[in-house]
């Protein structure tokens, strides 16, 4: 396994200071954000200089219903040879939900959303991601993400979730410690439990970020420093192995870069890490930090072993059963492509001895349809969610949209103004995101130009010759916007 050492999420915002820090041996990038043929020359330097760069995938959903896009794949392995990265990473997490699986809307999150952990989700996760392993070049690592909510019905601890995965593909594992503890105060679910069923012999690497609570709910913002419940369980996973590398991630709010400095510091000190000094085997010779007591007071359990727990229905919406059972008046989906392969080429039941996942597909596909409605577009609550969480977590995914499209159509507020962030909140409630940022600036200009907005005609001139430059058109019609109406009211139903 590759021994990386000490990290740091490369930005643009902080290239330079990113640059100018000592002791850093690698960093990480998030994919989607660079070019193959136009790298960024921080990142040329930097591999120059000796600095491995790992691309970070936020967008491909393995956790998804449907198989992992060919072109998204191809577009990650580019990148990962254009770097000369010795790995890849991903999130075990869903991104987008609907379309031609669930003959529903196809509906976009703009976030990394909870899988649930049940024997359907799995067996999907774990077809998934042998179809990436196999398109990739380099190897596949998946990170345990942040939720702010809960499936019902769960089969399994996060744990045993990821290890049974690790078991079924021998994919390694990104363990992000902040997420961990994310999920201790949103979720109830204890760290150090988690850190007892996984293999930590899989472990690839580790993310560090700050993040803060509000409401007696934890955000995984990446915008503060990291607290002291944070390097608590990084201490309890150090005392387990010995990382082959730790990261920091700071995605907002950048401090100076003698507090970054500090962090990374900090952050060796709890593994007991110095450059390029990892070993990646487990160890039971590191002194428990102070603090880490919180995390287990008593001694640690052996490993469940890996064997499912009882099946129990995870109800969704007007009842459908999403496991243990096809869903009432739902029949299965037989094979996704009308020459009976999936889109990878697999057949549906080609792996882990004959199950078949298509079937599966359905019903999770419909799950997650339901959930990110939800979310997005205001339908009912899916039985057996708490409808406070949901809109704890709608509400922040409408205000990620809202800096997303600040920052990618910088322009919209400069034109807007202090109007801006409502205008679009209000847009957002009514509009989910059906493609990328970049669709959704373009979608919500749109938007305003129809309903005659903005009032002060300077601004609304602007915008105009905004979206016309990128849209390569005027804004539509009374007949065109008729149509758009209703083909919206019927997708509502």
């Known amino acids: ?58 967008s491909l959903g393995l956790g998804g219903a449907d198989r992992p896009d060919p072109a998204r794949l191809a577009a990650l392995g580019e990148k990962a040879v254009a770097l000369g990265a010795p790995l890849v990473t991903e999130h075990i997490a869903f991104v987008r939900a609907g379309g031609p699986l669930t003959a529903t809307p196809l509906l976009e999150a703009g976030h990394l959303l909870p899988v649930p952990r049940t024997r359907d989700a799995l067996d999907v996760l774990v077809e998934n991601v042998r179809i990436a392993q196999d398109a990739l070049p380099v190897p596949l690592a998946l990170e345990n993400i942040a939720a702010l909510l809960s499936w019902p019905g769960e089969e399994m601890s996060e744990g045993r979730f990821l290890a049974e995965l690790v078991e079924r593909t021998g994919v390694r594992l990104l363990v992000d410690v902040a997420n961990l503890h994310t999920n201790h105060v949103n979720r109830g679910e204890d760290p150090a439990r988690a850190l007892s069923e996984l293999p930590v012999e899989a472990i690839a690497y580790v993310h560090v970020a700050g993040g803060v609570e509000r409401d007696g709910v934890w955000h995984d913002t990446h915008a503060h420093p990291v607290p002291e419940a944070v390097l608590d369980v990084l201490a309890e996973l150090a005392s387990r192995v010995s990382p082959p590398g730790v990261l920091l991630e700071r995605d907002d709010d950048f401090p100076p870069a003698a507090e970054l400095a500090g ?75 009308g020459d009976g392969l999936g889109g990878d ?31 997005v577009a205001g339908t009912p609550v899916p039985e057996g969610f708490d409808s406070r969480r949901l809109g704890v ?57 129809v309903a005659g907005r903005p009032e002060d005609p300077v601004a609304r001139r ?32």
């Open 345 to 375: 080429g697999f057949h549906g039941d080609a792996l882990d001895g004959g199950r078949d996942t298509d079937a599966a597909r359905q019903r999770l596909g419909l799950a997650q349809a339901s959930l990110l409605s939800a979310l």
């Open 263 to 337: 962090e990374l510091e900090v952050i060796a000190t709890a593994v007991g890490m110095r450059s390029a000094g990892a070993t990646g085997v487990p160890r039971d010779d590191v002194p428990e930090r102070v603090g880490a007591a919180h995390l287990h007071g008593a001694p640690h359990p052996a490993p469940a072993p890996l064997v499912a727990s009882a099946a129990q229905p995870l109800l969704i919406g007007a009842g459908a059963r999403v496991s243990g059972g096809a869903m009432p008046g739902v029949a299965d989906a037989g094979t996704v492509d």
């Open 462 to 493: 602007r915008l105009t010759r905004w979206w016309q430059d990128r849209s390569g058109s005027r804004p539509p019609g009374r007949a065109t916007r008729l149509v758009r109406a209703a083909r919206h009211a019927l997708a509502g139903r």
């Open 393 to 449: 977590q709608s509400r922040a995914l409408a205000a990620k949209r809202a800096d997303v499209v600040a920052k990618v159509a910088p322009e919209l507020p400069e034109i807007l103004g202090g109007a801006f962030r409502q205008a679009f909140l209000a847009y957002a409630r009514s509009r989910p995101m059906t493609g990328g940022y970049r669709r959704d600036a373009l979608d919500f200009a749109e938007h305003l130009l």
């Open 1 to 58: 396994m590759t021994e990386l050492g000490i990290g740091i999420g490369w930005r643009p915002e902080i290239a330079e200071a990113v640059e100018g820090l000592s002791g850093v041996d690698w960093v990480e990038v998030v994919a989607e954000n660079i070019c193959v043929g136009h790298l960024p020359d921080s990142l040329t330097r930097l591999r120059e200089r000796g600095v491995t760069v790992v691309p970070h995938g936020v």
